[in-house]
Antibody, heavy 122, light 106 residues
Framework: EVQLVQSGAEVKKPGESLKISCKGSGYSFTSYWIGWVRQMPGKGLEWMGIIYPGDSDTRYSPSFQGQVTISADKSISTAYLQWSSLKASDTAMYYC???????????????WGQGTMVTVSS | SYELTQPLSVSVALGQTARITCGGNNIGSKNVHWYQQKPGQAPVLVIYRDSNRPSGIPERFSGSNSGNTATLTISRAQAGDEADYYCQVWDSSTAVFGGGTKLTVL
């Protein structure tokens, strides 16, 4: 079964660092890119960025550039999203999802992780 | 930056046809994808590249895209179709999501 399994919910204080993970299984991890999507409480979906695990080529949304770091370890089929200094406004559900890019064509996010809830509160 | 506009809400009577629109400048020239998100769950892809259904998605779900509007059509709407629906495109290597539409089945 093709799936993306994310790490568990986190409760952090402002200023703390955090790294959440997304592990792929059931498919060739380096045949797809992994994207990260934020959903703030009661709000819509916001694209944060994508990474190609094969060579760690990474693209960020301008809204999130410099605010987070996306990385991957292809040896363990895992992608990561990390913050160096969390803010209360980072409180949200974070989803990873896989997407295929062939040439100039980027396809849909066809498989999604279950989401990781991050709560930042003093 | 590219923007996608969806109605906040759409209502449909049980068994009737629901249509959810997604507006964008010359969106007909792009591939549009649609996601369904039920409360407390992750999004699920229901239509990709304008009108294609992933395996496991009922034939009741269909899509079209032309000009400045893409449309997700849900035929014979069921109570289980109640959810938020999001359209999405890629623009200059950036993923853009519509604001989402809440579908209510009456």
């Amino acid at each position: 079964e093709v799936q993306l399994v994310q790490s568990g919910a986190e409760v952090k204080k402002p200023g703390e660092s955090l790294k959440i993970s997304c592990k792929g299984s059931g498919y060739s991890f380096t045949s797809y890119w992994i994207g990260w999507v934020r959903q703030m409480p009661g709000k819509g979906l916001e694209w944060m960025g994508i990474i190609y695990p094969g060579d760690s080529d990474t693209r960020y949304s301008p809204s999130f550039q410099g605010q987070v770091t996306i990385s991957a370890d292809k040896s363990i089929s895992t992608a990561y999203l990390q913050w160096s200094s969390l803010k209360a406004s980072d409180t949200a559900m974070y989803y990873c999802a896989r997407v295929k890019i062939v040439g100039a064509t980027t396809d849909a996010f066809d498989i999604w992780g279950q989401g990781t809830m991050v709560t930042v509160s003093s | 930056s590219y923007e996608l506009t969806q109605p906040l809400s759409v209502s449909v009577a049980l068994g009737q046809t629901a249509r959810i629109t997604c507006g964008g400048n010359n969106i007909g020239s792009k591939n549009v994808h649609w996601y369904q998100q039920k409360p407390g769950q992750a999004p699920v892809l229901v239509i990709y590249r304008d009108s294609n259904r992933p395996s496991g998605i009922p034939e009741r779900f269909s899509g079209s895209n032309s000009g400045n509007t893409a449309t997700l059509t849900i035929s014979r709407a069921q109570a289980g179709d109640e959810a938020d629906y999001y359209c999405q495109v890629w623009d200059s290597s950036t993923a853009v999501f519509g604001g989402g539409t809440k579908l209510t089945v009456l």
